[in-house]
């Protein structure tokens, strides 16, 4: 991938750099605060690894497990953004990718986008099903972004975990008569307005409750797309605010879909993840809502 334009190998003696960058996407995406990685002194690295915690840490050596590369814009070589690709796979054999981040002045002109195009097309040039890559749930414009994507949620144990498969079709969800409908591309096209969509699941609300309809072509589907249309759905519905619990026979058995699954499994996970660092202000425990966010 660095013979792709736009993209560079991160350098033997740039490899402190990269971990400056790492450092600053994590302390805009969990403190808020947005910093240029040149400006990063001595004590400010240290304020802030400390605020972050195990997020902020370092690690060395970062070249052994992972590819990094400098995301650059157009023919200008100073990096605007940094990517990496793990050396083995995730999931069902995907390239996993980490450390996706551009800064502010460089967003809104598609060199994300770009990136993640970029490895899309090398893994499925090495046979490979794709791509998958992880964000915190309360990173939310990071998440949502990922969305606007087109990526699917196939996995919220430990973090949002995102793909892009050839096995899964584009997809978009859309507001029908109050409720959020998922749709599948039937026969993909470059113009998404020309593409054939197939509703397979749609959500609405009952009395502060969720309720979730299928329709005969999503009983029909199988595989990736019946799987994950349901957990990609409900994290849709998350971020809207949406209820995600069908009421208290299914919120007992949220457990169950703590890896992936039931939209109530994600609203089951939400207060994990919300949960504050020790390095923060103690907060009593909050209780879990429908829709799965916290009552703080």
Known sequence: MAREPGMRAVGEGDGRGFALWDLVSCAEGELGERVEPEAIGPGEERRLRERLGESGREWPG???YRRRYWLLDGDDREPVGT???????????????SSLYLRPSARGRGLAAAALDRVYR???A????????????????????????GLWTVSWKHAI?????????????QEEDGRLVLLVADRPSPDP??????????????????RLDETAAYRQTDGWVHGYARSTLAL??????RPLVRGPQWWAEAWRWADIGEPEGLAYRIPQFEVPRPTAE??????PRPDGASTL
């Open 62 to 64: 970062g070249e052994l």
């Open 83 to 97: 990517i990496a690709v793990d050396n083995w796979t995730r999931g069902p054999g995907q390239l996993a990718v």
């Open 122 to 124: 090398a893994a499925t």
């Open 126 to 149: 090495e046979g490979l099903p794709g791509y998958r890559l992880e964000a915190h749930w309360t990173w939310r414009r990071a998440v949502r972004y990922y969305l606007r994507r």
């Open 161 to 173: 975990g995102l793909a892009r498969m050839p096995q899964l079709p584009p997809y978009r969800v």
């Open 193 to 210: 307005g020309e593409a054939d969509w197939t509703p397979l699941l749609a959500a609405g609300s009952e009395g502060g409750r969720l």
């Open 236 to 241: 849709h519905l998350a971020l809207a605010g």
């Open 282 to 287: 103690p907060r009593p425990a909050a209780e």
